[in-house]
């Protein structure tokens, strides 16, 4: 963010003081929080989509988590959308996407990791893994088994690890 200034009759652009950079940042931030406040929409798909809807920057995934349970549907849709089976371009966005589903946890989200688990790039099928350890539901166990196998060593011991966590979590949900 910069300003005009004159100087000896020549415009000259020098960049903003920090404490006004500052300041502004912080009315963007209350204007995104009454966004969320007056329906959200534009928060969340600022938060999922990257800032300002900016393409080349990938969305964070801890602040997607932070959003809770309520972007699943929204997040699935996304991954929907920009993914069919048999596709072989790693997704920043998919990998940020499968990242957050796995620390919101919802259970909703498991088709959708079981099916990111078939893509053809290893970092897209590590993060749907590590995305369905976290989630610990036994629908996932299938598709843990067969990528246990995978032709990458990240994804087989990531997958060998959500198998036992998984197992972990049926163990203990059954003593209760």
């Given at each position: 963010?910069?300003e ?10 020098a960049?903003?003081?920090q404490?006004l950079?500052?300041?502004c ?5 209350a ?11 534009a928060?969340r ?6 800032p ?44 940020s996407?499968?990242?957050a ?13 079981i099916g990111?688990?078939?893509h053809?790039h ?6 749907a893994?590590?995305a ?6 036994p ?25 036992e ?11 209760r």
């Amino acid at each position: 963010m910069s300003e005009l200034r004159t100087c000896g009759g020549q415009h000259k652009i020098a960049p903003l003081p920090q404490w006004l950079r500052a300041v502004c940042w912080m009315a963007v931030g209350a204007l995104l929080a009454c966004s969320a406040f007056w329906g959200g929409n534009a928060y969340r798909h600022h938060i999922i989509h990257g800032p300002m809807g900016n393409k080349h920057m990938q969305p964070n995934p801890v602040r997607i988590a932070r959003l809770g349970s309520r972007v699943v549907p929204q997040l699935c849709a996304e991954i929907a959308e920009m993914w069919r089976p048999g596709q072989d371009t790693p997704s920043a966005d998919l990998i940020s996407w499968a990242r957050a589903l796995g620390e919101i946890g919802d259970p909703r989200a498991v088709p959708t990791l079981i099916g990111l688990a078939d893509h053809n790039h290893e970092s897209v099928r590590l993060y749907a893994v590590l995305a369905m350890w976290e989630t610990g539901d036994p629908r996932c166990l299938p598709a843990l088994k067969r990528l246990a196998e995978d032709t990458d060593e990240d994804v087989a011991w990531a997958a060998c690890g959500a198998i036992e966590a998984v197992k972990e979590t049926r163990s203990s949900e059954e003593e209760r």
